[in-house]
């Protein structure tokens, strides 16, 4: 019986594939070693939840639980194991990590795969800042594993071993974009779409009559900064506007910017970390907030998973971070797409 040339089972692509694979698992056992000796727990969150979690921009998978009745219960392929994990904070473990199949759907491309794995860890009692210092601490430990002394992709390089250079995003709009961004949020939080959008349209970028802030925002930070990030030396880019950070507390040090960062090496973000929100009432009122533009944008919006706004209640101050697995193995293999580090990839059917 033929089979299709291209099929990633193919013995002729497997055995070319199988290197990166290879090393992928040599990377995890390592990561699951450091983590084991740095006194953290690995859990194992369930993929089915209630809700898929509440970001604006976020497409689950739905589905839908049968009971002997026949009643069914609607429920959705987590795209975190962020809520589980957070429970269980809040059932006192004070460190813990998990290696999670996540799925997210409308996405797929050289970076994206609607199956993937997320690798995330929490430290109750912790400052966010402490999470840079974990990432680049596994950085370290992904080139000593590799054996290699590059993470690459496209032509671009980021030395793994180096100190990651740490830049707010004010700095970086300001420095790559000419774009006063703080300018554009007041005290409150509230943010100025007019004052963005002249600015944006003053950096050459184009501006639609239906953008919002958020869509301004983000067409900077792709355009203009993300190209820039994590070239020669990893990049950590930290103090994002509070509405841009819906899990994240404020900063103590200005109410316009919350606790949320996120690492980049060779233009690629790889993760995305916070000191955590445990302001129940807040939460909803964000869960709320990015419901309500989901509705707008695509039609649809998710439940709130309640036994987590309960929970969130008793949760300690901590600091939580979720890496994606599958792209940090790429950069270490000098892969060009994520399917190559992905053992057993989602066919894709549609055009």
Known sequence: MSQPADSWWSPDRHVDRRPALLLRNRILAAFRAWFDAGGFVEVDAACLQVSPGNEAHLSA????????????????????PEFACKKLLAAGEPRLFSVARVFRNRERGPLHHPEFTMLEWYRADAAYVALMEDCAALL????????????????????????PERLTLAEAFERFAGIDLLATVAPSGETDRDALAD??????????????????????????IEP???????????GYPVCEAALARPAAHDPRVAERFELYACGVELANGFGELTDPAEQRRRFEAEMAEKLRVYGERYPIDEDFLAALGHMPEAAGIALGFDRLAMLACGASRIDDVIWTPVVETLP
């Open 199 to 224: 600015a944006v349209i003053g950096a050459g970028l184009r501006v639609a009559a239906d953008d919002t802030w958020a869509d301004l925002f983000s067409r900077v930070l792709v355009a203009r």
């Open 228 to 238: 820039h990030l994590g070239m020669g030396r990893p990049t950590i880019l930290y």
């Open 140 to 163: 370290s430990l992904t080139a000593e594993t590799a054996g290699i002394c590059r993470l690459t992709f496209r032509g671009r390089e980021a030395d793994p071993r180096a100190e």
């Open 61 to 80: 998978f739905a589905t839908e639980a049968l009971g002997a009745s026949g009643a069914r219960t609607p429920l959705y392929l987590h795209t975190s």
